[in-house]
């Protein structure tokens, strides 16, 4: 299968101080990869290197093409963790969405850009909103905008900081699975920072645990593997997990008390 | 009415005023989107130390004045984008430290025999037909740079980070876009002066502000008021005899005013 992204002895230094050491990993195309850990780990900052957003030490593929390449190209989505929007911006949910479209230097708007701005707003389901102003939408509904603003890009892989901030928990359970019938359908490789990791367990196909170094990076059972999230969590291991229905003997106290 | 309209001289006040509305209008939308409005006060300024040393050099004072906002903009520009110190800490080091080389200059150049007041507060009503050339033609080049870029500059000002991963070029806009607020400061450095130009880099798009949440309504609101803040204020310094600079500075500041109180955003969603 072909590689999405290329990860390999991967350091980055901020002001002097090492946030991310030697990190190498592979992902496949059509994959989900979920990149969990502590606040402060390094998940935001792996995504930036990944991007090229922030300078690194270390080798990053994207389909074969380096983070400045792969941003000419239009090939990567990024959707940054949610900030305050001025309410009084002035644009419109839809005309975010169209954002998404623009790209490189004099990359013009696709003939069809109207109905792929309404495809985009429906499968997030705010085509309702699509004359509203952007900045006076609830933080899930920007979210949800967002996302489809990402999508409409077209793009062939996509990375999501911490998509989840703010959102409410059934509007989580449709994100994820929105997500999962997006990557089943157009084949997208999504690569995924979020906190709430025994959530994302069930929708993800590979984790990655970060705490400065790569943990560990396979199959979301480490999830149940108190000593792999105690490395990566330290004591706290027996805080982070949030239990859901589908989360049985996974080796950790149910602390939510019994929901 | 029509008689002074029919004065060459007011017909040249006229024409550079709606060039130099247009542009402004245009600009002040991205100067309040993306703040930067104490970023033209700070380049207006530097200009005038370029004034300065022209007058003592001897040499047309438009070509330093032009030199001295663009190395103001280049500076005050990166000062910003690196993060090494404030944004409002650099400007105020950068502007007064050019308005003092300025004052210099003039002392040092004994013989000199030109109107600094003019410089600083303009007089619109003194323009010739080579002013209006200039304008038309740095005012082309300015549309034009702003239509190929409009959506661009709009993603960058809106999510800043985003746009740089859709391979937009950020960097290169933002220095761009400050070098065409340098040489628009430095064409109405004879309309409305150093020190007053910056309002209208400011007061119109903060005006249309109030009214859209649309960009391209916003955008045309903003080059309206620009309009009807250079003609009303025209006439004004025209029938009262006032400097035309400030006339249309407080024009705009009334309109500005009278939309703060009607706060039409508050009421509907355009």
């Known amino acids: ?75 990567v989505g990024y959707l940054p963790q949610r900030s305050l929007f001025d309410p009084d911006f002035p644009l419109k949910a839809k005309d975010v969405v169209a954002l998404g479209m623009v790209k490189g230097w004099f990359g013009k708007l696709p003939s069809d850009w109207k109905e792929r701005v309404e495809h985009y707003l429906k499968l997030v389901n705010m085509e309702e909103w699509k004359d509203y102003p952007f900045g006076k939408l609830s933080g899930g509904q920007q979210q949800r905008v967002s996302i489809a603003r990402v999508l409409a890009g077209e793009p062939q892989i996509v990375f999501l900081d911490e998509p989840n901030t703010g959102v409410d928990v059934v509007a989580q359970e449709d994100f994820y699975q929105l997500l999962t019938k997006l990557n089943r359908e157009l084949n997208l490789t999504i690569v995924m920072v979020s906190h709430d990791i025994g959530v994302i367990s069930s929708y993800i196909h590979e984790v990655a645990c970060l705490n400065r170094v790569l943990h560990y990076h396979g199959a979301p059972v480490c999830l149940t593997q108190p000593e792999i999230l105690k490395k990566v969590y330290g004591p706290a291991a027996d805080r982070v997990l949030v239990h859901d229905e589908k989360c049985e003997n996974c080796g950790y106290p149910d602390i939510s008390g019994g929901k | 009415m029509i008689e002074v309209l029919s004065m060459p001289f007011m017909q040249r006040a006229i024409t550079g005023g709606l060039i130099l509305a247009v542009i402004a209008g245009v600009l002040s939308v991205f100067i309040v989107l993306k703040r930067l409005s104490f970023i033209g006060v700070g380049i207006s300024h530097t200009a005038f130390g370029g004034v300065a040393l022209g007058v003592l050099l001897g040499i047309n004072p438009y070509v330093t004045a032009i030199i001295f906002a663009l190395l103001g903009a280049i500076s005050i520009g990166s000062i910003s984008r690196r993060g090494m110190i404030h944004e409002d800490t650099s400007i105020g080091i950068l502007f007064a430290t050019a308005m003092a080389l300025g004052v210099i200059f003039i002392a040092l150049a004994k013989n000199y025999n030109v109107d600094i007041m003019g410089y600083l507060f303009g007089n619109i009503l003194s323009l010739v037909d080579s002013d209006i050339y200039l304008a038309v033609a740095v005012g082309v080049l300015i549309l034009l740079f702003l239509a190929i870029f409009f959506r661009r500059m709009i993603f960058a000002a809106f999510d800043e980070e985003v746009a740089v991963v859709n391979g937009i070029p950020v960097a290169f806009l933002f220095y761009m876009f400050l070098s065409i607020v340098a040489l628009t400061i430095v064409i109405s450095i004879k309309m409305v002066g150093i020190i007053l130009i910056s309002a209208m880099l400011v007061i119109p798009g903060a005006t249309a502000y109030m009214i859209t949440y649309d960009f391209l309504l916003l955008t045309i609101l903003s080059v309206l008021f620009a309009i009807a803040g250079v003609l009303l204020g025209l006439f004004a310094s025209f029938w009262f005899n006032l400097p035309s600079g400030a006339t249309i500075v407080v024009t705009l500041t009334f309109l500005f005013l009278i939309v703060l109180a009607v706060n039409p955003k508050k009421r509907v969603i355009l």
Do not use: C, H, Q, W
């Open chain 1, 1 to 75: 299968m072909k590689k999405a992204l290329r990860v390999s002895g991967l350091n980055v230094t901020l002001s002097g101080r090492r946030i991310l050491e030697n990190i190498s990993f592979d992902v496949e195309e059509g994959k989900i990869l979920g990149i969990v850990g502590p606040n402060g780990g390094g998940k935001t900052t792996l995504l930036k290197a990944i991007l090229g957003l922030v300078s690194y030490e270390g080798e990053i593929s994207i389909f074969g093409f380096s983070p400045a390449e792969a941003r000419k190209r239009g090939i």
